[in-house]
């Protein structure tokens, strides 16, 4: 299977982001926390040059909680700010806050010496589709939160979401999309469900992720789908489409129904919380 990644948009995308990230302090990077490199883009680095940074881990509660803490040391090590959030359950907010003020503490001292006093810090959300942009936006800035510019009287402009005295959020998040060479990037973030589906070989997905979380879940497998696990991830997924009762017209197996059960599963954090990838050492 040959991953690839043909968006549409990216360019025009691409040009807002810059025009931005121009009026902002910080930019909070949403990464996936069960793919925290290959869920990232590195054009970023380029783009927010100069800016104050924050990462942010979403879906933590899908991800190998050791892992999550592995993942905060190694981005604090390269000199990110990290906090480890669920933007659905809206877990690991009061953090966003407190960190977004110590990583802009240089700017608001700055403001200061200038005899500016309590100027909101302006922060974006950027991230790859589906990594929790809307979700995360949502969950901070919460319902009661009155948006900031577009009155009359007020020079038409982007859109802030006053978060508290001291943030003000763009209420219109970076799209940032993936960008790899190594298939195995691909891969994982097909699996995720980054990638559309409809490029994608389910049955091959599932093959290789049974074979991924065997090798490092050994026993996750056989607890939820109750069969025992193999050394061969083929017999594995024909187990599992056994015991789910997947079968076609000739009453023979339906591996690919399986498969896109498996994914499904995985995808909305039923087998149990996986990271596909570890840092780097
Ligand atoms: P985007 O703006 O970056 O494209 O992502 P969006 O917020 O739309 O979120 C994509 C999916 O990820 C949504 O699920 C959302 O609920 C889910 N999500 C976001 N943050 C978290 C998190 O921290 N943990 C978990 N488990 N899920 C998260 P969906 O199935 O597409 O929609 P829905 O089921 O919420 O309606």
């Not at 994982?188 to 997905?205: F, H, P, Q, S, T």
């Not at 997924?237 to 690919?256: F, Q």
Request: glycine fraction near 6%; proline fraction near 4%; charge should be positive.
């Amino acid at each position: 299977m040959n991953y690839q990644w043909y968006p549409g948009h990216m360019t025009k995308a691409k040009r807002m982001m810059e025009e931005n990230i121009k009026i902002i302090d910080i930019v909070i990077e949403l990464v996936d926390a069960r793919l925290p490199i290959s869920s990232r883009n590195p054009d970023l680095e380029e783009l927010a040059k100069g800016k104050s940074r924050l990462i942010v881990l979403n879906k933590t509660d899908m991800a190998d909680s050791d892992m999550n803490d592995e993942w905060e040391k190694y981005f604090n090590t390269k000199g990110y700010y990290v906090v480890q959030a669920d933007s659905r359950k809206k877990t690991g907010f009061t953090e966003v806050s407190n960190l977004i003020n110590q990583a802009c503490s240089e700017k608001i001292e700055r403001d200061r010496r200038r005899g500016i006093i309590n100027r909101p810090i302006r922060a974006m959300i950027v991230g790859i589709p589906n990594v929790g942009k809307s979700t995360f936006i949502n969950t901070y800035a919460g319902k009661a939160c009155a948006k900031t510019g577009n009155k009359p009287g007020v020079t038409k402009g982007k859109q802030w979401i006053r978060i508290n005295k001291k943030v003000e959020l763009l209420d219109t998040p970076g799209i940032l999309w993936p960008k790899f060479d190594d298939q195995n990037v691909g891969m994982r973030l097909a699996m995720v469900g980054a990638i559309r589906d409809e490029i994608l070989n389910i049955d091959e997905l599932a093959y290789e992720l049974i074979k991924y979380i065997h090798s490092i879940y050994n026993g996750m497998l056989h607890n939820r789908y109750k069969i025992e696990e193999s050394e061969d991830a083929l017999e594995t997924l024909n187990k599992i489409a056994e015991v789910r009762g997947c079968v076609s017209k000739g009453a023979e197996l339906d591996v690919s129904k399986a498969a896109a059960i498996i994914m499904e599963e995985f995808r909305n954090g039923k087998i149990g919380r996986i990271t596909l990838e570890k840092p780097p050492v």
